[in-house]
């Protein structure tokens, strides 16, 4: 399985990373540090089963990204977490509406971060 980090920080990589191997599912990490090499990177990827996207990117944000994720057919159904601190309640519709499935806090616990994924793409 393979899960797609587009996230500017390195040590929020290494927390998902390390939380990941948690998951009894062996899982594939690819990470973008922005949304510009994401869109490079995924040129060649056709078999996402998750996006986890940091919002607050530099060169082209989380928004932007998952405006381009949505427009590739391939990634239409494949769930989308934004992974923010902007988490007011006008903020997470505008997320959803913008085509976000799902939005997990920052910071988060390893819990959350599991149980969302576990929710989003039903493995244990």
């Known amino acids: 399985m393979k899960i797609f ?8 990589y290494l927390v ?3 939380n990941l191997k ?3 599912t062996p899982i594939e990490l690819l990470w973008a540090t922005d949304g510009q090499v994401a869109i ?5 990827e056709n078999e996402i089963e998750l996006f986890l996207v940091d919002i607050e990117m530099p060169i082209l944000n989380g928004i932007e990204l998952t ?3 949505r427009s590739q057919k391939r990634f239409l159904y494949v769930p989308i977490i ?6 007011f309640a006008d ?8 085509g976000f499935d799902f939005i ?5 616990s390893r819990k959350e971060l599991l149980n969302m994924i576990q929710r989003s793409i039903g493995i244990s």
Do not use: C, R
């Open 5 to 12: 980090l587009a996230e500017d920080n390195g040590d929020n």
């Open 91 to 98: 903020m997470k519709k505008m997320y959803l509406d913008k």
């Open 22 to 24: 948690k998951l009894k």
């Open 40 to 44: 490079e990177m995924l040129q060649h």
């Open 82 to 87: 934004a992974v923010t601190a902007s988490v």
């Open 67 to 69: 405006k381009w994720i």
């Open 16 to 18: 998902v990373k390390s």
């Open 104 to 108: 997990l806090e920052k910071p988060f």
